[in-house]
């Protein structure tokens, strides 16, 4: 069977974007072994002929209903599968899904029957409510950054805000690049319905929200701008952590540069 996206450039773009990111994941330690997941809604780049594709699985069910995915087509990346290999092989070590009628279940499309992540009902319910938002966010990722990580262990670190603050301060570009700041999620079992409860009320507020001793959740406009948001804040943890490391504390931005910031480049908080 030829490949889905034969003849399909855009998805074809998309779906090498998310190769190119998958790559960014693995090279940067964000990604070991299996870790992380991304899922991206691809129902703009569907034709009649994507839609009129039989099924290559049995029907799977969701695990929850979604009314706001009718009809949506999904790039999920395939549980088990590690980033390194779906950055050179984005379609076997990922597939796309179609979202039944029932909205609670869903088959594999193409290109292999790769079972999608064992994480999908987080990441379909954050897809669900990006859409019932009117958001024109369509991609989700979830991986490992080690220095945001190592932060999440210091109990002080995790107020409302109090990272936030610290990355913004350690380096202007964080602030504006993203400028809705990091949320925080307290420790939850991996996977667990009570874990993506809490992602999903963060994501009220953030682009970005850290989970406790695990990883970070971002959603963007595409893959490659929830990337990026995770990477600059990576960078401020790093510039955090080297400072500390020197044996001193860093000074950071003051609140008043931080507000210029914000007045300057027109930034939401």
Request: charged share 25%.
């Amino acid at each position: 069977m030829k490949s889905i996206l034969i003849g399909r450039p855009q998805l074809e773009k998309e779906v090498n974007k998310i190769a190119e990111v998958a790559g960014y994941l693995w090279q940067n330690g964000w990604a070991e072994r299996n870790g992380g997941n991304i899922t991206v809604n691809i129902t703009e780049f569907v034709d009649d002929e994507i839609r009129n594709m039989a099924p290559i699985s049995d029907v799977k069910q969701i695990g929850v209903t979604l009314p706001a995915l009718k009809g949506c087509y999904f790039y999920c990346k395939g549980t088990g599968k590690r980033m390194r290999d779906l950055a050179r092989r984005p379609m076997e070590n990922g597939s796309v899904i179609r979202i039944l009628d029932d909205c609670a279940s869903y088959v594999i499309i193409a290109d292999n029957a790769v079972m999608p992540t064992s994480e999908l009902p987080s990441h379909l319910t954050v897809h669900a409510h990006l859409i019932e938002s009117g958001s024109a966010y369509k991609a989700t990722v979830h991986t490992h950054p080690i220095e945001l990580v190592a932060m999440s262990h210091n109990r002080d670190f995790l107020g409302k805000d109090v990272l936030t603050n610290i990355l913004w301060s350690m380096i202007p570009e964080t602030k504006a690049f993203c400028p809705l700041g990091l949320g925080v999620v307290p420790y939850e079992l991996p996977g667990s319905n009570m874990l993506a409860d809490a992602t999903l009320k963060e994501l009220e507020d953030y682009d970005v929200v850290l989970w406790e001793k695990h990883g970070v959740f971002a959603k963007g406009l595409d893959v490659m701008d929830a990337f990026d948001q995770i990477d600059v804040l990576s960078k401020s943890a790093k510039i955090y952590i080297n400072s500390r490391c020197m044996g001193y504390e860093p000074e950071g931005m003051s609140k008043e540069q931080m507000a210029e910031m914000t007045k300057a480049f027109n930034l939401p908080r």
